[in-house]
Nanobody, 121 residues
Framework: QVQLVESGGGLVQAGGSLRLSCVASGSIFSIYPMGWYRQAPGKQRELVASISSGGITNYADSVKGRFTISRDNAKNTVYLQMNSLKVEDTAVYYC???????????????WGQGTQVTVSS
């Protein structure tokens, strides 16, 4: 199975940037779509960005134009570049493999600890 470790979170002022990294173990990383989810206290976990095995990306409306997801299969790593951060971006961010179910992507495997992103005003 694929095991994932997220890093790169921290405290940043509104308008600033962070780059999250997710390093995967396992030889099948390259065949999976990957996604970044986030969850704020009292809120449902939401899919923020996804990237297919072929590099096709999709974003939630709330982050489109500000966040960029990318992957480096040679390094077994997926990234989330977050620019122009807003207070409402504050959440724990999780990386996970995805699979298709009907018309949607759904998480595949186990959730890790995530990495905390806190944006101050």
């Amino acid at each position: 199975q694929v095991q994932l470790v997220e890093s790169g979170g921290g405290l940043v002022q509104a308008g600033g940037s962070l780059r999250l990294s997710c390093v995967a173990s396992g030889s099948i990383f390259s065949i999976y779509p990957m996604g970044w989810y986030r969850q704020a206290p009292g809120k449902q976990r939401e899919l923020v960005a996804s990237i297919s095995s072929g590099g096709i990306t999709n974003y939630a409306d709330s982050v489109k134009g500000r966040f960029t997801i990318s992957r480096d299969n040679a390094k077994n790593t997926v990234y989330l570049q977050m620019n122009s951060l807003k207070v409402e971006d504050t959440a724990v961010y999780y990386c996970i493999a995805l699979e298709r179910r009907y018309r949607d992507y759904v998480p595949f495997g186990s959730w890790g600890q995530g990495t905390q992103v806190t944006v101050s005003s």
